[in-house]
């Protein structure tokens, strides 16, 4: 069964009375070369896939993964997909809502404490929500492989210290290693979304650990919600400069801040987007020393 075809896709919706659930942001790949590449970032040993649809990536990460659990939360799509996995018997879908479910109970007891990797073909309404969640719950993930809105693409993978870079790009990189894959068209869905979009990767950091015999880098000892607020502030008035936002929104004197400013080497002028990840960082211990 081609689940790429159009004609076939009609037909499965036709046979089984499926229609689209706008509120769902429904959009499956009927472009053929595109799940095989999201594949190729599965780990073998186990996969989570957010999001079924008719199972087009679901057969292809099947393929690859010894085990893959998928988490669909549209449960009008049974019928389809007891139809289109019949012949993957190491598929396993939890109906249920992945943002409210208990990933870290789930992965536990589907995969037995072995770090899995997650692929998706995301819808654009709970991007950023799922990812962050991915990443903030630091669960047993190697890699984060998602399709997205490609504009969304962009701002995710922005480096901090380049233009496109906010809060979330620097949030993303904190906890792991992002990499725009590939662009896919509009055209290569259906029905056709308003935008393009893009694959991303996302090597999750580990903490003390290893990738690959290499030490992983990483912020130790730091105050996550703390570092995270100076983050949101300095992006909150992004078209001024830091002093500004960092000392309204933190409750701090200018002249504190732009001392912090200075002694990571940037101007009291300096404004959020031309901040490095490491200087990000720098700022928050000059800061915390600071409020001491």
């Known amino acids: 069964m081609n689940l790429t075809n159009i004609n076939t896709i009609k037909d499965l919706f036709a046979r089984h009375g499926f229609a689209f659930t706008k509120s769902l942001g429904q959009n499956f790949l009927i472009n053929p070369s595109v799940c095989p590449k999201i594949a190729l970032g599965a780990e073998k040993s186990g996969v989570l896939e957010i999001g079924a649809g008719v199972g087009v990536l679901t057969r292809e990460l099947a393929k690859v993964s010894e085990k893959v659990v998928v988490i669909e939360i549209d449960e009008t799509l049974k019928p389809i997909l ?108 259906m029905p056709a979304p308003n935008v393009d979009s893009a694959v991303i990767r996302l090597d999750v950091r580990v903490v003390g650990g290893l990738r690959e015999g290499r030490a992983v880098p990483y912020a130790a000892n730091i105050d996550e919600k703390f570092f995270f607020k100076i983050v949101r502030a300095s992006f909150s008035q ?48 000059n800061i915390k020393e600071i409020i001491k």
Do not use: H
Not at 261 to 285: M, N, S
């Open 238 to 285: 992004r078209r001024k400069q830091l002093a500004n936002p960092l000392s309204s929104e933190l409750g701090l004197q200018k002249e504190a801040v732009k001392t912090a400013l200075e002694a990571i080497g940037k101007k009291p002028t300096a404004r959020a987007e031309e901040l490095t990840l490491e200087e990000f960082i720098g700022l928050y211990k």
């Open 82 to 189: 007891a139809e289109t996995l019949a012949d993957y018997p190491n598929v396993e879908i939890i109906w249920a809502d992945v943002l409210k479910t208990d990933l870290r109970g789930l992965i536990a007891e589907k995969f037995g404490g072995e770090r899995i990797s997650v692929c998706a073909n995301l819808p654009y309404y709970i991007t950023s929500p799922v990812i962050m969640r991915l990443l903030e719950e630091r669960l047993p993930l190697s890699s984060i492989t998602v399709m997205v809105q490609k504009e969304a693409a962009v701002r995710l993978c922005a480096k901090p210290g380049t233009r496109n870079c906010g809060a979330v790009s620097v949030a993303v990189r904190y906890y792991s290693e992002p990499k725009k894959l590939f662009d896919v068209s509009r055209g290569s869905f």
